[in-house]
């Protein structure tokens, strides 16, 4: 089993910044891919950012060039920087990692959810 927890949400004025982090524990063989996610009241979970073991990186456009995801790998860990944030980035953000097994099955691992509310 994997545990997934998010730290760094919060609440913050429209154009200010966040640090999100997910740190991953437990049964650990290989992360593949590792991805912010976010839903809003009312709307369905989107994907925010992912970034792969290749380093690869992946945006919604909605947060191109506000938004950077990072990773440690030493530490099993995902970051997401939020900077010029808006209003509509008021969401519960979720992290998520795809983790395989020495037979390369794939498993999907979500963090508790952490509340970033942008308001002034």
């Known amino acids: 089993q994997v545990q997934l927890v998010e730290s760094g949400g919060g609440l913050v004025q429209p154009g200010g910044s966040l640090r999100l982090s997910c740190a991953a524990s437990?049964?650990?063989?290989?992360?593949?891919?590792m991805g912010w996610y976010r839903q809003a009241p009312g709307k369905q979970r989107e994907l925010v950012a992912a970034?792969?073991?290749?380093?690869?990186?992946n945006y919604a456009d909605s947060v191109k060039g506000r938004f950077t995801i990072s990773r440690d790998n030493a530490k099993n860990t995902v970051y997401l920087q939020m900077n010029s944030l808006k209003p509509e980035d008021t969401a519960v953000y979720y992290c998520?990692?795809?983790?395989?097994?020495?037979?390369?099955?794939?498993?999907?691992?979500w963090g508790q959810g952490t509340q970033v509310t942008v308001s002034s």
């Open positions: 998520n990692f795809v983790v395989s097994d020495p037979a390369g099955y794939e498993y999907d691992y």
């Open positions: 437990g049964s650990i063989f290989s992360i593949n891919a």
């Open positions: 970034i792969t073991s290749g380093g690869s990186t």
